[in-house]
């Protein structure tokens, strides 16, 4: 199947799914509900549960078997999009193209919807491995602690190891427990599930360095939020110029693919999405 169509097919499934497994709008409380419904609702490429899918196909898992663990996934990213967008954090306005959580429901009721998001995506993972894995990649050894280096580096000059160490967790921790939560369901051969999680290390590099050249070439119309926000953040951007980090950009996705090798073309998929990762525009 060509890429684009793969894409749409597997992001109306997650989304017609997600839409099952969220309260309705009219639950009460309506505030909270709606507010978890507008940052899940509000777009994206679902790049995540997507690979999660083609992961555990590979290894003959349906994915409907599957479905509960990728909409887990969409949820975590989502509730640490609405949490990176709060003053204290990036202090955003506009997410996927629509005004931030906080900005519509306030900033109390934001953080709730993405504590109830977390919560939430815990709740329908029906493998006691994999609700444990999904919760290992959000935390102090995932994204909450290459979060925390990224806040306390700020203005501050880093090694490149410290550079990516913030990159391989705020950003790649999700690639990769997206990877580890279908290895886990689809009982993946350890040479397999290596080789895959080099995939995600590469993959999350490759996904951060491009939102990193976003942010200076692209505008708020075009990315569908806030641009020139990084300035004083380190990024592969603000060390190595635009040039140089588009080229290391490269570099990680043939890392990614050739990382594919030992599935001798099964994992054709996963190549086209690191392609796409890089070529894609918002």
């Known amino acids: 199947m060509e890429l684009q169509s793969y894409l749409k097919e597997r992001k109306e499934l997650v989304e017609k799914s997600l839409n099952r497994f969220l309260p309705p709008e009219s639950a009460y409380p309506q505030s909270l509900h709606k507010a978890m419904r507008h940052s899940i609702f509000a777009g994206g490429k679902r790049i995540r549960p997507i690979i999660a899918l083609a992961v555990a196909e590979l290894f003959g898992v349906d994915k409907e078997d599957m479905m509960a663990t990728a909409c887990a996934l969409e949820m975590t990213h989502t509730a640490l999009l609405i949490l990176d967008d709060l003053p204290c954090m990036d202090d955003a306005t506009i997410r996927r193209g629509k005004p931030c959580c906080h900005k519509v429901f306030g900033e109390d009721i934001a953080d709730l919807a ?21 919760s290992s990649c959000l935390g102090s050894q995932g994204v909450a602690g290459g979060q925390t280096v990224d806040l306390e580096t700020m203005n501050k000059k880093i090694d490149f190891e410290t550079l990516k160490y913030i990159h391989e967790h705020k950003t790649g921790a999700l690639f990769i427990g997206a990877v580890k939560a279908a290895c886990i369901k689809a009982k993946a051969p350890e040479k397999e599930a290596k080789a895959l999680l080099r995939y995600a290390e590469n993959l999350g590099l490759v996904f951060q360095i491009k939102d990193d050249l976003l942010d200076i070439e692209s505008t708020p119309e075009e990315l569908g939020k806030d641009t020139q926000k990084d300035e004083k953040k380190n990024t592969f951007v603000t060390h190595y110029g635009a040039e140089k980090s588009r080229e290391m950009m490269k570099n990680y996705m043939w890392d990614a693919i050739k990382a594919l090798s030992v599935f001798e073309g099964k994992a054709e998929i996963l190549g086209e999405i690191a392609r796409f990762v890089v070529d894609r525009r918002n």
Do not use: G, K, M, P
């Open 114 to 134: 993405a504590i109830s998001l977390i919560l939430r995506a815990i709740e329908i993972v029906d493998d006691i491995d994999v609700a444990h894995e999904i």
